[in-house]
């Protein structure tokens, strides 16, 4: 079942911070988090495993609640390169079990 | 280290006929993914090898696609005949412990 995704877009200015959630009704393995450009491929940002831990890269971090299913990645202090396609997979059991994409969220950092 | 490599980048052709994506991964990642990407979507699973092994296909509409990984490095992912519908970026993704490494895609229009 594939993740749901919120905001559907974000706008906001270089230096502000963002939040973008991702939720499923399923119970969760691990989920992970890609940022898309365009005409690009999705590059990798973080893996969370259950467990509810926090990851931290660079202002980027992320989060996993396993009791809500739900995770959600900090943005802070945005740089324009953050701006993209910003995508959620959940896997529901294993490290190799099916990876399932939410429909993305647009970021959009502007000067 | 090269990354995932993807052929051809564009491809155009007219309905009902055949095309044909090649993929080769990382070297050394033993998982290959085939993902379907419309316009503003995030990625769908076709189908997931562990090395020459199809081990979830069901999303692939078996009537006119088909893939093979043989001797578990490249893969092939064919569509015959072609219809309207399957213009898309058609991505493929390999990994070795959990986090997915996409190619640039594989752009399909048919007219």
């Known amino acids: 079942q594939q993740p749901v995704q919120s905001p559907q877009a974000v706008i906001l200015r270089e230096g502000e911070d963002a939040v973008i959630n991702c939720s499923s009704s399923k119970a969760l393995y691990s989920v992970h988090w890609y940022r898309q450009k365009h005409g690009e491929a999705p590059v990798f940002l973080m893996i969370l495993l259950k467990g509810g831990e926090q990851k931290g890269h660079d202002k980027i971090s992320a989060s996993f609640n396993e009791k809500k299913q739900q995770s959600s990645l900090y943005l802070t202090a945005s740089q324009l390169s953050y701006s993209g396609t910003y995508f959620c997979g959940s896997r529901k059991t294993g490290a190799n079990s099916k990876l399932t994409f939410g429909k993305g969220i647009t970021l959009s950092v502007r000067p | 280290e090269a990354g995932v490599v993807q052929s051809p980048r564009y491809k155009i052709i007219e309905k009902k006929q055949p095309v044909a994506f090649w993929c080769n991964p990382i070297s050394g990642h033993n998982t290959l993914y085939w993902y379907l990407q419309n316009l503003g979507q995030g990625p769908e699973l076709l189908i997931r090898?562990?090395?020459?092994?199809?081990?979830?296909d069901s999303q692939l509409p078996k009537d006119r696609f088909s893939a093979e990984r043989l001797k578990g490095v490249d893969s092939t992912l064919k569509i015959q005949p072609a219809e309207l519908g399957d213009s898309a970026v058609y991505l493929c993704?390999?990994?070795?412990?959990?986090?997915?490494?996409f190619g640039e895609g594989s752009r399909l229009t048919v007219l």
């Open positions: 993704a390999s990994s070795a412990t959990g986090e997915l490494f």
């Open positions: 090898y562990e090395n020459e092994e199809a081990v979830d």
